[in-house]
């Protein structure tokens, strides 16, 4: 199995079970947090359960984003790693949602840790690409982060 991210193995399978996890925790809220992404693919009971999981995972995501906890950005990048369908959709969401949130609090603390997620992690470096934060974030670091994000050429 390959490692996408350093300690961290990309996910074997759709039910999104990852071999090595920052903790068993923080598979469940990776787990949970696409699970609203993936329900309406499901049948109703599908649907359910996975309003269930998102409902604890969401909040769990967003209070580590918000509070700049100390491993957020191992968790975003577990996230984007078990992306049910690493489809450019999932990672915009993931980029859109918490990336974007922890630039616009966060930046200056956890520049270098996203530097490094970003150039080694590519699911990571696809969501960075959704996120908005030109004008919320000091622009030094908004340059740091321009590399990543696609050229206005690029498709």
């Known amino acids: 199995m390959q490692e996408v991210t350093p300690g961290i193995t990309?996910?074997?399978d759709f039910e999104h079970r990852c071999a090595k996890v920052l903790c068993v925790q923080d598979e469940d809220i990776a787990v949970g947090y696409w699970a609203e992404f993936v329900?309406?693919?499901g049948t109703r009971a599908e649907r359910l359960a996975a309003e269930t999981s998102?409902?604890?995972a969401k909040p769990?995501?967003?209070d580590r984003v918000f509070t700049?906890?100390?491993n957020v950005v191992d968790l975003l990048c577990l996230i984007a790693d078990c992306a049910p369908d690493p489809t450019d959709e999932a990672l915009a969401c993931l980029g859109a949602g918490p990336i974007e949130d922890?630039?616009?609090r966060h930046a200056a603390r956890f520049i270098d840790e996203i530097d490094r997620a970003a150039r080694t992690n590519e699911r990571f470096r696809r969501a960075l690409r959704s996120t908005w934060f030109s004008?919320?974030?000091d622009p030094s670091i908004?340059?740091?982060l321009d590399r990543f994000r696609p050229s206005p050429e690029s498709p």
Request: proline share 0%; glycine share 4%; net charge positive.
């Open 54 to 56: 998102r409902a604890t």
């Open 10 to 12: 990309s996910c074997m």
């Open 68 to 70: 700049g906890a100390d």
């Open 142 to 144: 908004a340059r740091r």
């Open 102 to 104: 922890l630039l616009a």
């Open 135 to 137: 004008e919320s974030i």
């Open 39 to 41: 329900a309406h693919r």
């Open 60 to 62: 769990a995501v967003d």
